[in-house]
Structures are given as structure tokens and as C-alpha cells.
């Protein structure tokens, strides 16, 4: 079984202040990671994703998350947050146990850009 | 290219009536899914479809909730009888393929208020 952790539910911060959202996972297996955002009134849509490689990711819009497995942690940041980046954020998890991918996604913090 | 579409978007029903949410995945996605998001939680996997072949419906309660993929391309999700604790949002997605660390499309989601 896998499990996610955002540890934080709210997370205010004033515009071009750095941000981290926290993000632990839990798995017996390999994983990948993922966070997904969802705007006002939209759909969740992918931000940036950990397969291999590389542990830091970025995002085109200047977020970045980076694994850390001796910690099973996958946070993200950015060092100077814009309005328009209030939304709520979603860690996500995935195995392959059972031969088809299976996303389990935590219960997601929301970023308040404050002007 | 089009995204995943879902009808309606809003739904209000009383409980122990019937509803049925529709969704149209993104063109060549073999992989189909449908979340349940509750206020203040992540999204929750109900049921996985592979073409027109359930993968996954382990969290679905089958003695209101029933899915179908008919064809492999659009699908339908159903509850009846609905009870209050199914106010949530429903959430259809679609991936490429069933292979973990594969992106997931959601569309925007339909609401269902049951009083």
C-alpha cells in the first residue's frame, strides 16, 4: 500500500516570497511523484513529475520539486510565488504493483498569494 | 487537442435519487478514470478501465455505484441510490496508456450536491 502526506492544508504567503509545500510519501515499492495543481473552477493538471534520472524537476513556470528518498519526500518550491499562483496543490504517488498504474494523490495544500 | 470533457457539471439531487455523470476522454487515450473528491480531500480512485475492461474498482461501492466503458471510448457513471455522503466532486480522467509514471488528464469535474 502507498500513502501521501501534505503536511500543510493552508499555506499563505505574500507575492515574491519563496514557497515550500511539504510532501511525504510511503510505498514498499519504487515509485514516481508527481504534483498536479488545480486553479479556480478548473481541472487538475499535471505541474511536474519525477520518473528517474535527475532527483530535481522544475516546471515551466518556475516551480521545482525535488525527491529525496532516505527522507520519502518530494517537495516543492519556488522562489518567488505571483498572484497567479494561488491554487491548491496535489502530491501524487504512483506504482506499478498489479501491472497498471496506480495514483494515489494527497489531500493538497492551498497556496493564497497575498498582494 | 481536446481535453476530457464531463457533463453535467452541476447536479443537484435529492437522496435515494438516481444521477448519472458522462465523460469523453482525450482521443487515443486507452486508459479511463473516475475520482471521487470530497470538500477538503484528495481525489479518490473509484474505478480504472483499460479499453472497455475494468483494471481497478476496488473502492467503488457496487451496491450504489456502477461504471461502464462501452467501446473503449466514452463512459458513464451512475449512483442509485444516492445517499448524502456522496456529495462530491466526480472527476473523469484519461492516460495514454496503463503504464505507471504516465500523465493524467482530468477534466473539470462534475459537482453533486445531494440534500
Known amino acids: 500500500a502507498q500513502s501521501v502526506t501534505q503536511l500543510d492544508s493552508q499555506v499563505p504567503v505574500f507575492e515574491e516570497a519563496p514557497v515550500e509545500l511539504r510532501c511525504n510519501y510511503s510505498s514498499s515499492v519504487s515509485v514516481y511523484l508527481f504534483w498536479y495543481v488545480q486553479y479556480p473552477n478548473q481541472g487538475l493538471q499535471l505541474l511536474l513529475k519525477y520518473l528517474s534520472g535527475s532527483t530535481l524537476v522544475e516546471s515551466i513556470n518556475g516551480f521545482e520539486a525535488e525527491f529525496n528518498k532516505s527522507q520519502t519526500s518530494f517537495h516543492l518550491r519556488k522562489p518567488s510565488v505571483h498572484i497567479s499562483d494561488t491554487a491548491e496543490y496535489f502530491c501524487?504517488?504512483?506504482?506499478?504493483?498489479?501491472?497498471?498504474?496506480?495514483?494515489?494523490f494527497g489531500i493538497g495544500t492551498k497556496l493564497q498569494v497575498i498582494p | 487537442e481536446a481535453g476530457v470533457a464531463q457533463s453535467p457539471r452541476y447536479k443537484i439531487i435529492e437522496k435515494r435519487q438516481s444521477v448519472a455523470f458522462w465523460c469523453n476522454p482525450i482521443s487515443g487515450h486507452a486508459t479511463l478514470y473516475w475520482y471521487q473528491q470530497i470538500l477538503g480531500q484528495g481525489p479518490k480512485l473509484l474505478i480504472q478501465?483499460?479499453?472497455?475492461?475494468?483494471?481497478?474498482d476496488s473502492q467503488l461501492p457496487k451496491d450504489r455505484f456502477s461504471a461502464e466503458r462501452l467501446k473503449g471510448v466514452d463512459s458513464t457513471l451512475k449512483i442509485q441510490p444516492a445517499k448524502l455522503e456522496d456529495s462530491a466532486v466526480y472527476l473523469c480522467a484519461s492516460s495514454r496508456d496503463r503504464y505507471s509514471g504516465n500523465t493524467i488528464y482530468f477534466g473539470e469535474g462534475s459537482w453533486l450536491t445531494v440534500v
Open positions: 478501465f483499460q479499453n472497455n475492461g475494468v483494471v481497478d
Open positions: 501524487a504517488v504512483s506504482d506499478t504493483s498489479g501491472g497498471y498504474q496506480k495514483v494515489t
